[in-house]
């Protein structure tokens, strides 16, 4: 079977398929668009919400997808909107046929001109032929080099955290050969970047393609480059495929500073201001978020006008209030963080309600002791608790009087402790502008 592709028969085969391949292509574009349209706006909430609750894993992937997502639209509506040209000029060539030049009756300059630049209408046709042929094909391509620097940087992250980062391997495993994989890696990706960028430059000088050659091979792995490779290579030792990969690159470029363009109407005054003593955010307001699917930012009271005899203040929890917590309380960090990417599918369902439980009134305490709530100049006692927002976001949320608060504006204030180079300083986490007015 795997001698198929070479005989006579499969080569027909091929050649009739390619004849008819424009009808799959934009039968998967047209479908691929509306998947793609249907998912992006989720796809960006979830970068936005990742990145507000600092889950670095999920931030990751989601951003993956963002970039794939970006890449394949652009790419397949050019796509569709070429083929769609395409079948309108193989219509009007059924209607008209080729150019004829002379029955223009145009001066003899121009005649000559036209048929040099233009062409016949012919070449025009499989001109466009080849354009979309080559762009449906780099769209997926491209793909694949997203993941291909994704799967380097990871492969960095992993080695800084797991091996050099580690505390249990001993100091020659971790330092030695950690640092000594890190540098490798990191040269190798630059060598490959190199090749990549001058079309295989590398691989053609006969000393140089010697040094190289590990680098290329392990990389084949890394980037899982040797799944794509036959597309790679094809687009290289095709003059046209070649160029026109390379000319897409500045359409990126383009496309990535227009999305960046936005009109700035003050010198002062910006369209996402934190919360201060100057300024009001709505992400710090629960009644304004209602209904919206914006995130909070780091904590949030229940309104901007306050009649309530309470204020109720939630903290959105993070991964670095955990790391804080275990600052100020080793005891409360596991041998084994399980933080990350985990699943559902357990085979020991032992576990030991009563230390949990117990471990989780430490942690609360220790929270607390960390986190303190001011109106203006007075401290006030709060005890938080665990809770989840209207957002269904974890955080931990308190209770504050107003009963000897003045009708009038008010500041919030919000700090925690945090130890930096042994020294226990004190950091503001939020400063949330409210009025208060007797119901």
């Known amino acids: 079977m795997q001698e198929n592709y070479k005989q006579a028969s499969f080569k027909k085969l091929l050649q009739k398929l390619q004849e008819e391949s424009w009808q799959l292509e934009l039968l998967i574009s047209g479908f691929a668009i509306f998947g793609l349209f249907t998912a992006y706006p989720v796809l960006t909430d979830a970068v936005n919400e990742a990145q507000n609750s600092q889950q670095i894993y999920k931030f990751v992937i989601s951003l993956i997808g963002v970039i794939s997502s970006s890449i394949l639209i652009f790419n397949l509506l050019l796509h569709v ?22 029955s223009l009756k145009y001066s003899p300059k121009f005649t000559r001109y036209l048929q040099k630049n233009v062409g016949s209408f012919d070449k025009y046709i499989a001109t466009l032929e080849n354009y979309c042929s080559v762009i449906f094909a780099v769209s997926f391509l491209l793909i694949f080099y997203v993941l291909a620097i994704t799967f380097t940087i990871i492969c960095i992250s992993l080695l800084a955290n797991y091996v050099i980062g580690s505390d249990t391997l001993p100091s020659w495993l971790s330092k030695g050969v950690g640092i000594t994989l890190v540098i490798f890696i990191v040269i190798g990706m630059f060598l490959t970047l190199i090749d990549f960028v001058t079309l295989g430059f590398l691989k053609k000088k006969k000393w140089i393609s010697k040094i190289y050659f590990p680098v290329y091979w392990i990389f084949g792995f890394i980037t899982l480059s040797f799944l794509y490779r036959p597309l790679v290579y094809n687009f290289l030792d095709n003059k046209f495929g070649r160029r026109l990969s390379l000319a897409l690159v500045p359409f990126y470029i383009l496309i990535l500073l227009a999305t960046s363009v936005k009109y700035k109407s003050s010198n002062y005054i910006t369209k996402n201001m934190s919360s201060s003593e100057i300024s009001a955010n709505n992400s710090n307001y629960e009644d304004l978020m209602e209904g919206t699917d914006g995130f909070i930012d780091d904590v949030i009271i229940q309104s901007k006008v306050i009649t309530d005899p ?26 084994k963080d399980r933080r990350g990417l985990v699943t559902d599918i357990t085979f ?43 957002k269904d976001e974890h955080g931990f949320e308190t209770y504050v009087s107003t009963s000897s608060l003045s009708e009038g504006k008010h500041l919030l204030k919000i700090s925690r402790l945090r130890i930096r180079k042994e020294d226990t300083t004190t950091r503001r986490v939020a400063t949330i502008p409210f009025w208060y007015f007797q119901d």
């Not at 220790?366 to 001011?374: G, L, M």
Request: no cysteine; aromatic share 16%; hydrophobic share 40%.
């Open 81 to 102: 909107l070429l083929r769609g040209l395409w079948i309108g000029a193989l219509g009007l060539r059924y209607v008209s046929g080729d150019i004829d030049y002379e």
């Open 348 to 390: 020991n369902n032992s576990v030991n309600f009563t230390n949990r439980d117990s471990l989780r009134r430490v942690y609360i305490d220790t929270f607390n002791k960390i986190y303190s709530v001011r109106i203006d100049s007075t401290d006030y006692d709060t005890e938080f608790i665990f809770a989840k927002s209207l």
């Open 310 to 335: 309470f204020i109720k203040i939630f903290v959105v929890y993070s991964e670095n209030i955990e790391n804080n917590v275990f600052d100020f309380n080793q005891d409360l960090k596991p041998e």
